[in-house]
């Protein structure tokens, strides 16, 4: 079954205080955006990849993907995460019935093999995301008050790339557009239909750049020669 | 009200990778165990503190903390936590009635300004804590199946130092104990009997030293000239 990925770019990255789309922002001289590229390259099993970008960076995004990932198709994303992820899916190839990558720009290490075991995952279950185990104490507050405590053994941090049979994402993608419902991920659109979604081993390397505390973490990683 | 702090440093830091207590690693040259004394004792608001190690640390510990924080007790601690917290509380001077703050030796950057507002809400309501947003999308998971997303705006990490009136944390660990109750912190003991716990504002720079990236991230911390 052919693997198709949508890499996911289009963030304004608030949160880095850079002024600028985060995917364009570089880690040893190098955008997350080609990081990204390359990562999900470097899974065998990925075939084509579409990059998702602002609309005003087009250009930019063709140059940089052209030079060092060649033949990714990069189109323009959308106001919410799931327009951009819309925008990708409908650059699909009409009638691709395989499976579909959804990975974040700002999470350019992930290694292949959890790329690889995603894929796999949702190949025979039809849909499935990495996880990581939760390292804080995580509490449920109703405005400043306490309401409990959640048991941390039944909690897991989702991470990307998330992994879906084209016409699971597809159902689930036209379901929440229907209902005019805002999902945080792409699974999220896919457990409210009740389907199932299984979870594959994650990695603390393939963490999410948000903060320029994650970019310094980046550029260590790739000095020390671990990226 | 008065108000003490039972620092807790009787973890094993099995995550650190170290071979010994996590209080016992330094950071430009300084343990956690001083440096989380040393915070707290920034706060105008704390007076004693105790400190609970190791029972085959007691003789380092004092000796650490008798040469750059004098006047710390220091009592040997349990197998979990939560019999650490009550050494730690056994160790109060009787018919102490103020607001006692368990914190963290692995949260060494607490600011002064965060104790000082979780002392204060202990005093008006009882109990509160520091706490952050999560900044992960959290699953709801049964073995490898997702159940669901959870709905991050009502989700918190919680921090340290957590804070009580006196009475409050005996009463509730007092349960805790009689009903063989494992608690992850001193919160869940009082959420448990109902009380309110209130939240206050955490910060980035009480993050929980857990990894060697975390060790990392301290020293840039302090070399950078913020801590």
Redesign the interface.
């Known amino acids: 079954m052919e693997t198709l990925a949508i890499l996911v770019a289009a963030g304004r990255g608030e949160r880095m205080g850079a002024g600028r789309p985060k995917a364009f922002l570089a880690v040893a001289g190098q955008t997350l955006l080609v990081r990204s590229a390359r990562a999900l390259r470097a899974a065998p099993s990925v075939g084509a990849i579409v990059a998702v970008v602002p609309a005003d960076a087009l250009e930019e995004a063709r140059g940089l993907l052209d030079a060092s990932v060649p033949g990714c198709v990069v189109v323009a994303g959308g106001g919410r995460r799931q327009d951009s992820v819309k925008a990708g899916l409908d650059a699909m190839p009409e009638g691709f019935e395989g499976v579909v990558l959804v990975h974040d720009a700002a999470r350019p290490f992930v290694p292949a093999d959890v790329v690889e075991a995603v894929a796999a995952a949702a190949r025979e279950h039809g849909a499935a995301?990495p996880?990581v185990p939760?390292?804080?104490?995580?509490?449920?507050?109703?405005g400043?008050?306490?309401?409990?405590?959640?048991d941390?053994g039944?909690?897991?941090?989702?991470q990307t790339p998330q992994a879906f049979r084209r016409d699971v994402l597809s159902r689930a993608y036209g379901r929440a557009f229907a209902d005019s419902i805002t999902?945080?991920?792409e699974?999220?659109a896919v457990?409210r239909l009740g389907l199932?979604?299984?979870?594959?081993e994650g990695s603390?390397r393939s963490r999410?750049l948000?903060?320029p505390?994650d970019l310094?973490?980046a550029e260590?990683l790739v000095q020390d020669g671990n990226a």
Do not use: N
């Open positions: 995301i996880a939760l390292t804080d104490t995580v509490k449920e507050v109703q400043a008050r306490v309401m409990g405590t959640l941390r039944r909690l897991a941090a989702a999902v945080t991920d699974s999220m457990e199932p979604v299984v979870c594959v603390a999410k948000t903060t505390d310094e973490w260590r």
